[in-house]
């Protein structure tokens, strides 16, 4: 049974159709980067999967139990799907420790013992061991994202959903944090990636999604797609993009 | 023009001055915990609760600020009791300060849960937060930084306000300047008295209220 | 006790209601010619002229209406003129008005660009010809909002004329409660009478404030 089965899903903003019957599988361990214009659904599809949006018809189930729109089924959801913003969302009130122990403390219960040593081995992990006590004011922009990434880690998820998580960087600061989602790709965790970048979907992604209005239109081994595109429309994309 | 300003005959009535002076520091400090406490649960009930709680809160808001404090004054102090509810002067002038606090207090706040962004509501759904844990530890000590200000603004205001209790007989500032003038008949000199030291209060009050802020929201 | 009807103590609160109306229309305006001078003064680059302004704000600002409504009513028996209780209601409410006009109308002023000033004064206009042509007619399209929102406190500020003994419809609801101990009854119509007076203009500001926004 695959970890995230989308069946069919459908959605619509009011008249418009924004979604019109995705279907994708995710294994455990997959790396799936989801590519397509804006506009294409492809945001929209992430946020379905964690319960930020709703969708009118169709199947998303993880591991086995279906999203519902229940405030406490969406939470139990929430511990195992976590979620790295465009815009970071870090809370500016926290410092970058405090950013990472909220949650484990106050959802899971645990002392505060524990989840400091927690948040320090996060945030050793993206690199930003020494930044514990750091307000994100005073943080670059790539550092607060991979503040965001510990902090999503902090719950232990098993899958971690990365909604465009380097556009809003300045170009010097993507790399920094396309490493630490390709070290957690390398240690086994499970990620779908809507990115637009392109080297990183190829060289780290072990299925790319190719989405145009509202509709998978390709799907496969990155390489295969980014050498020989099926559809015309993906074709035009890889062009646009390059 | 034969008279003249006798400020030296308000001395004997220091102990007055003094007593009515604290009384309102404290008529202050209590209403305004009630009054934001209130004002707290009533910007979470309009902004984070259901439709209907919306409209009865902010029915109550726009009754208490378009009517003067003094009739609300008197409704609670002479009104209540004719429902069999009895309350001293002091319990009436608390209620009445509290409700009007509260009012205001509900719509500053609410301006300032209205101000954090969205995203970070969201970053603490998908930590699997719940409402009440997102509004206790992302929203409302954003929204307090923010309207900080505005708040303490609201504060002076209700404390200048508080003199209005004494028409019910409250002992505050204002009650003790009327016993005052009513020994004394220096009326011009007690009240000229009295208005100063609101003055400084207010400018004290303010003062404080600044020293707190710079601790309790520490900026980077 | 009671020969006083629901219809007898409405026609009386609606009858001193008119009391309230007339002192509150004729302190804004008087209070706004007050206040408009005082700004004048107040955004003057002489320090001599803006600071006995700031002080005066500062005070009417800092003290308890209340208070000045005292000090005006008996301030003048101090000096020996004998006033009735609406000419001391009057004066207080004006002087209270000025001073919060004026403060509300610098910030209105302060939020016009330097850049105006400059190109006015490059242009050889006055102190006084810069305002009245450049900056005020800017900075009155910001301020209509809140002045129309400040008009609800002078109306509520009138209430506090009963208590030197001006009869307006608070005035007359106590002395109502008096007679018919009715109190829940009278303060419930009071306080109807001033929310149909206040909500319009809290309404119509608020209004105001967003058709401004939205023009930006």
């Not at chain 1, 511990?79 to 970071?88: A, D, E, I, T, Y």
């Amino acid at each position: 049974m695959p970890l995230i089965d989308i069946h069919d899903v459908r959605k619509n903003f009011g008249a418009l159709e924004v979604l019109k019957g995705v279907s994708i599988d995710v294994e455990k361990g997959d790396v799936v980067a989801i590519i397509g214009r804006s506009g294409s659904g492809k945001s929209t599809l992430l946020r379905c999967v964690n319960g930020l949006e709703t969708y009118d018809s169709g199947v998303i189930s993880v591991e086995g139990v279906r999203v519902h729109d229940q405030e406490d089924k969406l939470r139990e959801l929430r511990r195992k799907v976590g979620m790295v913003f465009q815009q970071f969302n870090l809370f500016p009130h926290l410092t970058a420790g405090e950013n990472v122990m909220l949650a484990p403390k106050v959802v899971n219960g645990l002392s505060r013992a524990e989840v400091r040593e927690l948040a320090q081995a996060s945030l050793a992990r993206v690199g930003l061991a020494e930044k514990f006590g750091s307000y994100p004011s005073q943080l670059s922009g790539g550092q607060q994202q991979r503040v965001a990434i510990a902090r999503a880690l902090s719950m232990q998820p098993k899958v971690l959903l990365c909604d465009e998580i380097t556009s809003a960087l300045d170009p010097e600061l993507v790399n920094e944090v396309l490493k630490v989602v390709e070290s957690l790709a390398r240690d086994g965790m499970t990620l779908i990636l809507v990115t637009h970048e392109m080297r990183f979907a190829r060289d780290v992604g072990s299925k790319l999604v190719f989405m145009h209005q509202g509709r998978v239109h390709e799907e496969g081994m990155p390489r295969q797609l980014f050498a020989k595109p099926v559809t015309p429309e993906l074709a035009q994309f890889i062009q646009a993009i390059h | 023009m034969n008279y003249q300003l006798q400020f030296a005959e308000l001395l004997p009535y220091w102990d007055v001055i003094l007593k009515g002076l604290w009384f309102t520091i404290w008529l202050t400090v209590v209403s305004t915990t009630a009054g934001i406490a209130l004002g707290t649960a009533g910007a979470s009930a309009r902004t984070w609760g259901p439709k209907w709680m919306d409209n009865l809160v902010g029915a109550y808001v726009e009754l208490i600020r378009n009517t003067p404090f003094i009739v609300q004054l008197f409704f609670v102090f002479f009104g209540l009791p004719s429902l069999g509810i009895k309350l001293s002067e002091t319990q009436a002038a608390i209620l009445a300060l509290v409700i009007n606090l509260g009012a205001y207090s509900t719509e500053i706040i609410r301006a300032g849960i209205e101000a954090v962004p969205r995203g970070h509501v969201e970053a603490g759904l998908s930590l699997a937060m719940s409402r009440m844990q997102i509004l206790r530890h992302v929203v409302l000590k954003q929204a307090f930084m923010k309207v900080y200000p505005a708040l303490c603004s609201q504060i002076i205001i209700v404390m200048l306000g508080s003199s209005v209790v004494s028409q019910i007989s409250a002992e505050e500032l204002t009650f003790a300047g009327n016993f005052v003038q009513s020994r004394s008949f220096r009326a011009f000199e007690i009240y000229f008295v009295v208005a100063f030291l609101y003055l400084a209060l207010a400018v004290s009050v303010r003062a404080l209220l600044r020293a707190i802020g710079h601790y309790a929201f520490p900026r980077p | 006790m009671s020969d006083f009807t629901f219809w007898t103590i409405l026609s009386n609160l609606l009858l001193s209601a008119r009391w309230t109306v007339l002192l509150s229309l004729i302190a804004f305006v008087s209070g706004g010619t007050v206040g408009l001078l005082l700004l004048f003064l107040r955004v003057s680059k002489r320090p001599w002229l803006s600071w006995p302004v700031k002080l005066y704000i500062e005070f009417f600002q800092g003290t308890p209406l209340l208070l000045q409504l005292f000090i005006c009513f008996f301030g003048f028996s101090l000096i020996g003129v004998e006033v009735s209780a609406w000419v001391a209601a009057w004066i207080a409410l004006t002087l209270f008005t000025s001073a919060f006009l004026a403060e509300i109308w610098r910030g209105c002023v302060e939020s016009i660009p330097k850049g105006q000033w400059e190109a006015s004064a490059s242009l050889a206009m006055s102190f006084v010809e810069r305002m009245r042509h450049v900056i005020l007619p800017q900075a009155a399209r910001i301020a209509v909002a809140p002045t129309v929102g400040f008009s609800v406190q002078v109306v509520k500020g009138t209430a506090l004329a009963s208590i030197i003994g001006f009869v307006e419809v608070t005035k007359a609801g106590t002395m109502l409660n008096n007679a018919t101990f009715r109190p829940f009854l009278v303060f419930s119509l009071v306080a109807l009478i001033y929310f149909a007076l206040c909500y319009p203009l809290s309404w119509f500001s608020k209004r105001l404030e967003r058709k401004f926004n939205a023009a930006h």
